[in-house]
Structure formats: C-alpha cells, structure tokens
C-alpha cells in the first residue's frame, strides 16, 4: 500500500515539495505518495488530527503553522525544541512527533554543496523571523569565528542573542546583535538573507563592504533575483539562492520518515534546469 504524505500550509500552491519528494520517491524506490493540503488558517489541528484518521504518515509544515506545529507534538526533536518551530511530522500511534530541519538544510548546502566551512568564519545572519530562528542552532553548533544578528527590528534580534547567550553552550563563539547601521566598516566570509524582504523586492539598508573577499552570499529565498542577491553581485560576493536548501531540508524529513538519505544533488540540479 502506497504511505501517504503532504504538504500543509496556507498558501500551498507554490509548493515544491511534491515535486521534490517525488523524485526523492523515484530515486529510493519508495512506495510514497505526497500531496499539497490547504489547511484554513484557524483549522491547523483539524487538518492534522484529519489526515491521521485518513492514514497518513507524516507531513512537512510551512507558513504559517510552523508554530502551531511546534506546540501540537508530543514529543519534539531536540533541533525542533531548539528552533522552536516545526517543519516535520510524524505521526505514531502514540502521538505527533515534531523536527525541524530547515538548520540542517542549511548547513548542509552551505557547507557540502556550496563547500564552505563555517568554522572560524564571521557569520552575519540577517532577519530574526521563524527562518532564522531555525537556523541559529545549527550554525552556531559549526563554531563560526563571529556571528551577528542583523534585522529591522533590533529588539527580536537581541532576544535571540539573550536567548543564546543564557543557555550558555555557544559561549566559544561571539554572538552579537547589531542594527544594519552599525554594520558599517564590518566585513563577513558569510552572510546568510533570512528575512522576506525579497518577498516584495525590498532593498535591504546594508552598508557595501560588508562582504568579505571571497565571501558567500547566501539568500533563503529561490525562484527569483532578489535586491539582496543583486547588491551582493555588485559587491563581487559569491551568490547562492535558498534552492539547495529546499532540497536539503526535504532530503532530512525523507530520511526521518523512510529511514533512507536520497542522493540530493541530481534533485537540485534537475530543479535550476
Ligand atoms: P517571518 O515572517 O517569520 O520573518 C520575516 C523576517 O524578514 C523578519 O526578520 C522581518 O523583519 C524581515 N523583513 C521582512 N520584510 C523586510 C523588509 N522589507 N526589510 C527588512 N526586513 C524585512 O518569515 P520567515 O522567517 O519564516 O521566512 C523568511 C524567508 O525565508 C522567506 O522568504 C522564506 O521563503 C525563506 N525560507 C526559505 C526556506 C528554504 O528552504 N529555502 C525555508 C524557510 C524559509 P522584522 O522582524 O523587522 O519584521
């Protein structure tokens, strides 16, 4: 029998991840089918308690619900409770258990596909949103040199570094929360776009010279040029979208639910073709 996924969010549409899983599916060999599922904005429970009585497996969580996942497990993951935010389900007969694996996505392509270390290097993370949240841990977990939180709103971005920093198991790295001003006269190895400014074409207020020579540019979003890809071009930085991502952090969920690591690569490339 054909074990049933989705893809639940709102909006869905766009999604990718059926494409995705399916050539991960074909790849594997795996007997899987994965759907988009629209769940209403006040309907997330529902959605979920409704497609385990349908007998479905798991389901990756995107906008707005990765929240509402995060508090409807059981049991968490501990990159889940870190991020505070699902993207993954797996549903047991005991319960709903969540994971995120946006972090380990990119990290991942950073580090494998794009073959850059982080260790040692000075990190400059902008947005303090749910993506970045996400990838915080896994980042820092690489040991960077430095890294700078950078967003719209200092404030969130200063609960972040607080949030780090009482924990106390980051206390080898440098970790820091600075307004885009502030970043004046500063460069960075990497600088990783969180934010969804380029959902609307907006220009960051990011002063030049922030890029490092050699240094990766690397923007979560995909699909599009974004004015934060453009403006690094100009900068002579390296450019990467969030592509390799998307793919990376659906390998993961894969892995979690069939026990078995697709080959990425082929997918990635299948994608910018
Ligand atoms: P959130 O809504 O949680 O956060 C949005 C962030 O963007 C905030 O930091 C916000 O700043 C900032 N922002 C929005 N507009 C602007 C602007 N005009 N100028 C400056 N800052 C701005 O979104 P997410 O964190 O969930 O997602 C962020 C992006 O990451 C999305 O584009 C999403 O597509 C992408 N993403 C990609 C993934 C992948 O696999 N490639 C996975 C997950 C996310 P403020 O706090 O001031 O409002």
Redesign the pocket.
Known sequence: MTDRYAVIGHPVEHSKSPQIHAAFARQTAQDISYEKILAPLDGFAQTVAAMRADGFMGANVT?PF?LEAFHLAYRLTERANDAGAVNTLLFTGEGVIGDNT?GV?LVRDIQHNLAVAIQGKRVLLI??????E?VLHPVLEQQPGLLVIS???LD?ALIMVKKIEERGDFRFVSVQAQAFEDLQGQAFDIVIN???????D?E?PLPPGIFAPGALAYD???GRETPFMKFARLQQARVAD??G??VE?AAESFYLWRGVRPLTAPVIAAFRA
């Open positions: 906008v990765k946006d996505g947005g303090a949103g749910g993506a970045a996400g967003n719209r709103t969130k969180a934010t969804s400014a380029g959902l609307s907006s960051l979560m979003m995909y969030g592509l991502m998307l952090q």
